[in-house]
């Protein structure tokens, strides 16, 4: 399914296979691409708020030398972009919303991307809130992250939700609100047993090492074995 070996810029290569990226001799960072949101663009009047300050375009290439994976994508739009890197190194591409959308506080929508994707099979892709928008307007996606399967070929969609509590979020057709992270994935094979090896862990979870804060000693605070559930 991978390739290791190098394969020239622009040469045939089967899905799936790993190439690695070298950029054109005139290739400029940040040469713009559709769906930034521009600083000092006119904004709604208070309290809707247009996210603002995403300075660095996308430059949709990944990082240099590092490998890549050749991902199959049709554009449903083709005024919008494809999934774009806004850095060489980043993990996530981001995508942008198909149509406007308003989300008063605490509602959400599902918005398309205007793409759809063939993963090679043995990948999945996985929509992430962007944490700029997150931690500016409280942007975020429902299921985060999003499961695009390798199988799925219809539009890619992101569900957003205004997770604000009192400013509404008002996003233009073109904005990025999501990435898209793809990873390889195992596809397990469930075998049941009646007994599990054992772990340092064992069952402890949901809080057992201990919470927020440090305790009078120093260490960490501990608050009990977990949370409860259940009765
Ligand atoms: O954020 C998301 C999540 C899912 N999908 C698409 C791709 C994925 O392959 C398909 C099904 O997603 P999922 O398996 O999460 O949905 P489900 O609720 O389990 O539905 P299904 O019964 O169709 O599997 O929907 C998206 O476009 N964006």
Do not use: C, W
């Not at 208070?46 to 049709?74: C, F, M």
């Not at 990948?123 to 695009?148: D, E, I, K, Q, W």
């Amino acid at each position: 399914m991978t390739a290791t070996t190098p394969t020239p810029p622009g040469a045939p290569l089967p899905v799936g296979a790993l190439r690695a990226y070298v950029p054109p001799a005139d290739a400029v960072p940040g040469d713009g691409v559709a769906g930034d949101i521009v600083p000092g663009a006119q904004r709604p009047e208070p309290p809707t708020r247009q996210p603002t300050g995403d300075s660095v375009p996308p430059t949709g290439q990944p990082a240099v030398g590092a490998g890549t994976l050749e991902v199959l994508v049709r554009r449903l739009d083709p005024d919008l972009p494809l999934p774009a890197y806004a850095q060489p190194s980043d993990a996530g591409a981001d995508l942008v919303t198909a149509q406007d959308v308003t989300l008063a506080p605490g509602e959400r929508a599902i918005v398309g991307t205007g793409l759809s994707v063939a993963l090679p099979e043995g990948y999945a892709a996985f929509v992430h809130p962007r944490s700029g928008l997150a931690a500016r307007h409280g942007l975020s996606v429902v299921n985060a992250p999003g499961t695009v399967d390798a199988g799925y070929r219809g539009e890619v969609k992101v569900i957003l939700i205004n997770t604000d509590r009192s400013e509404v979020i008002a996003l233009r057709r073109g904005d990025r609100v999501a990435q898209l992270v793809v990873q390889r994935v195992e596809h397990a094979v469930f075998r049941e047993v009646d007994l599990l090896p054992d772990s340092v862990r064992g069952a402890g979870g949901f809080g057992s090492t201990g919470g927020f804060g440090r305790s009078s000693d120093g260490g960490p605070r501990r608050e009990g074995h977990g949370v409860r559930s259940g009765s």
